[in-house]
T-cell receptor, first 111, second 111 residues
C-alpha cells in the first residue's frame, strides 16, 4: 500500500508570511498532484508534477517533485487570506488510474 | 466541457434510515467514478470506485454500498445509517494521471 504523509497537519500564519507544506512517501509515484479545498466544496486540482526534480510555479505557489519521485513540496510566498484552505497531495501509482491522497494540510492565513 | 453534479448538498438523517446519494457526470463517456468520505478538515478515504456500468470495487468494509446503473451515474446507498456514517461525501471522476474532478460534496449528519 502506497502512503503519503503531509506535514504540517495544521498551519496558521499572518498575511505576508511564507510557508512550505511537505508531502512524503517511501514509495515512488509516476506523478504527483496538489489540490486545494475550501470548506464545503470539493478539492480542485492545482498542479501535476511528473518528472523527478520538476518545479512548477502558479503565481505565488511553487511546487516541486523530489528527484526520486517519492516526495513533493508546496511553497507559498507572501501568503494571503485567500490562500486559506485544505491542501491535499495525491500520488499516481504505477497502475496509473488510482490516486493515493495524503492526509491534508489545513492552512489559515490571518489578515 | 465535463461537469459533475452531486446532490443533495446537505442531509440530516435519523439513525437506521436509508440513504441514497447521487452523482452524475456530463460531457464524458465511460468515466472512472469514485466515492470518497472526508472527516472534518482531513484527508479523503476512498469508499468505492467504478470503471464501468455494474462494476464496483469496494475499498473499505462498511455500512455502505454503491451502484452504477448507467454510464455516467454513480449512487451511494445504505439500508440503515449509523452515527458513524456522518461525514462529507465526495464524488469524483477521472484517471490518476489526468487528475480527478470532484463534485461539490454532500454533508451528511446522522442523528
Amino acid at each position: 500500500t502506497q502512503l503519503l504523509e503531509q506535514s504540517p497537519q495544521f498551519l496558521s500564519i499572518q498575511e505576508g508570511e511564507n510557508l512550505t507544506v511537505y508531502c512524503n512517501s517511501s514509495s515512488v509515484f509516476s506523478s504527483l498532484q496538489w489540490y486545494r479545498q475550501e470548506p464545503g466544496e470539493g478539492p480542485v486540482l492545482l498542479v501535476t508534477v511528473v518528472t523527478g526534480g520538476e518545479v512548477k510555479k502558479l503565481k505565488r505557489l511553487t511546487f516541486q517533485f523530489g528527484d526520486a519521485r517519492k516526495d513533493s513540496s508546496l511553497h507559498i510566498t507572501a501568503a494571503q487570506p485567500g490562500d486559506t484552505g485544505l491542501y491535499l497531495c495525491a500520488g499516481v501509482g504505477n497502475a496509473g488510474n488510482m490516486l493515493t491522497f495524503g492526509g491534508g494540510t489545513r492552512l489559515m492565513v490571518k489578515p | 466541457s465535463q461537469t459533475i453534479h452531486q446532490w443533495p448538498a446537505t442531509l440530516v438523517q435519523p439513525v437506521g434510515s436509508p440513504l441514497s446519494l447521487e452523482c452524475t457526470v456530463e460531457g464524458t463517456s465511460n468515466p472512472n467514478l469514485y466515492w470518497y468520505r472526508q472527516a472534518a478538515g482531513r484527508g479523503l478515504q476512498l469508499l468505492f470506485y467504478s470503471v464501468g456500468i455494474g462494476q464496483i470495487s469496494s475499498e473499505v468494509p462498511q455500512n455502505l454500498s454503491a451502484s452504477r446503473p448507467q454510464d455516467r451515474q454513480f449512487i451511494l446507498s445504505s439500508k440503515k445509517l449509523l452515527l458513524s456514517d456522518s461525514g462529507f461525501y465526495l464524488c469524483a471522476w477521472g484517471t490518476g494521471g489526468g487528475g480527478y474532478t470532484f463534485g461539490s460534496g454532500t454533508r451528511l449528519t446522522v442523528v
